[in-house]
């Protein structure tokens, strides 16, 4: 059965877009970009700038020589050159990648990793809502088996998100079964997406890394799955970089979730992880509440970041 979604097979995702600048560059780069003139106080202002948003010395050198020969190249030494040209280097390396969801799959089935405690059950709920709202049908499946309130944290926000849930029969019932009956009841009942919730996980602990191989092994007899998106908290900063290594290597991450924007002065980070990762960024959360989740648009992104 074909449902009618409102747009097209594989078209991106029309998410709200619009983010609030908490995490902002604009106000550390204000007296740079008020002054007269570009000279040394500049770059050294937007070293500082950048290494404090946590863009890592890598990518803010990388930057800061590219802009340097632009500068050079255009013979400016007027601040509002050099602040679009700043606008349109981030904007170029964060639209590398591609941030488009692969949901035209029916069932499409994304599975959600991370480490505990990131927002992976909130982002769910958010994403389902998003969805539901765009027409579509959603199941969540609770493979975070061992804890009982985990499964309860998760229904309700399913219930809040207008999704359907599949509970495990009993608490410790391996996660991969429960992810195989979800992605079964999504078949069966012709639900267009199955959204299996995992539990939180020390990348660390090789164990649980290799349950999340079963996970996906168990799945992809089922069908083949959409999205495999690890969730990263943007307050852990280059920490993040770490976990997702991890994760990549043992989940087939497909895109990346970054989560409390709205709490972190590290946006530098979001560029950090794609760049290091080569993996997308394709949603953004910021805030705790149901709508506070956004796709990821680089010019917006961007706009808010440098102002
Ligand atoms: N400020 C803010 N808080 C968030 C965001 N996303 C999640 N949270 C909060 O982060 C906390 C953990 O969220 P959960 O969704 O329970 O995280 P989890 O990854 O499912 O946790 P485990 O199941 O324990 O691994 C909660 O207090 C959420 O409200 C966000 O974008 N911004």
Known sequence: MVRRTGYGRGAPLPYPVGMAASWSLSGALKSMFARNTIDADTWSGLEDAMISADFGPDITDSVIEELRASVAKYKTDDPADLKRMLRETLEERLARLDPT????????VVLVVGVNGVGKTTTIGKFAKFLVGHGRTVVVGAADTFRAAAVEQLATWAERGGAEIVRPQQQGQD?????????????????????????????????????????????????????????????????????????????GVTGLVITKLDGSARAGFVLAVQERTGIPIKLVGQGEGINDLTGFTPHVFVQGLVG
């Open 101 to 108: 969801l692969t949901l035209s799959a029916r069932p499409a």
């Open 175 to 251: 996660p991969a079964s429960v992810a195989f009956q979800t992605v079964e009841w999504a078949q069966r009942e012709s639900i267009d997406i199955a959204i299996i919730d995992t539990a939180g996980r020390l990348q660390t602990k090789s164990g649980l890394m290799d349950e999340l191989g079963k996970i996906r092994r168990v799945i992809e007899k089922q069908t083949e799955i959409a999205e495999v998106l690890l969730v990263l908290d943007a307050t852990t900063g280059q920490n993040g970089v770490a976990q997702a290594e991890a994760f990549i290597q043992h989940a």
